[in-house]
């Protein structure tokens, strides 16, 4: 079983719609990250969270969400989602304190926003 | 901020040695990686090199890091069609800024 799971694993919708993405993680880290990946752009942070209480915007939080439910859960959320945020969507997670901070992927969500 | 840069492609033929090349900016970063995409995947930790080596070989793969100009590289020796990839340089302490990767074809 993967570590590191996401669903759905492709979402088609329409401007306007709330979405949620979900990512669950059996690895026990207790650190979660959530990219984007366009192309050309390689991966932007949107949000990360370093434990259940903890949540911190990334580099291009704007129109996004997310909740950390449990150690192991970390959902995204596009409360009205726009055609810009068609992209690859990644969750991650780390093992706090190991070095180096290696993380590990998820397979990706693929949203398209109509 | 930080930044990390990257070129998009790379086209080498099969056999060929590939070299992937990436600058940074943030000269704090304890360690620097290089991560893998395959099609489809998500990214996974090919190598990396703590601040203070200037190089790490491991088997095919060879890392430099000249820290006086913020320059990263990986080179794969004696390329196969498993190669083809997304490579991504990365950097960071807790948090990871990446490149935007680079995209190695191979031709026959």
């Known amino acids: 079983d993967a570590d590191v799971t996401q669903t759905p694993r492709n979402r088609i919708t329409k401007t306007g719609k709330r979405i949620m993405l979900e990512c669950s993680q059996t690895?026990?880290?207790?650190?979660m990250y959530w990219y984007r990946q366009d192309p050309g752009l390689g991966l932007r942070l949107i949000y990360y969270?370093?434990?259940?209480?903890?949540?911190n915007k990334g580099e291009i939080s704007d129109g996004y969400s997310v909740s950390r439910q449990a150690q192991a859960k970390f959902s995204l959320s596009l409360e009205s989602a726009i055609p810009n945020q068609t992209a690859l969507y990644f969750c991650?997670?780390?093992?706090?304190?190991?070095?180096?901070?290696?993380?590990?992927f998820g397979p990706g969500t693929r949203l398209t926003v109509l | 901020g930080e930044d990390v840069e990257q070129s998009l492609f790379l086209s080498v033929r099969e056999g060929d040695s590939s070299v992937i090349n990436c600058t940074y900016t943030?000269?704090?970063?304890?360690?620097l990686y290089w991560y893998k995409q395959e099609p489809g995947a998500g990214l996974q930790l090919l190598t990396y090199?703590?601040?203070?080596?200037d190089m790490k070989q491991d088997q095919r793969l060879t890392v430099l890091l000249n820290k006086k100009d913020k320059h990263l590289s990986l080179r794969i020796a004696d390329t196969q069609t498993g190669d083809s990839a997304i490579y991504f340089c990365?950097?960071?302490?807790?948090?990871?800024?990446f490149g935007s990767g680079t995209r190695l074809s191979i031709r026959p």
């Open positions: 990365a950097e960071g302490t807790s948090k990871i800024i």
């Open positions: 969270s370093f434990d259940v209480k903890d949540i």
């Open positions: 943030d000269s704090s970063s304890t360690y």
């Open positions: 690895k026990g880290h207790d650190r």
């Open positions: 090199i703590f601040s203070n080596m």
């Open positions: 991650a997670t780390s093992d706090l304190g190991t070095n180096p901070n290696e993380q590990f």
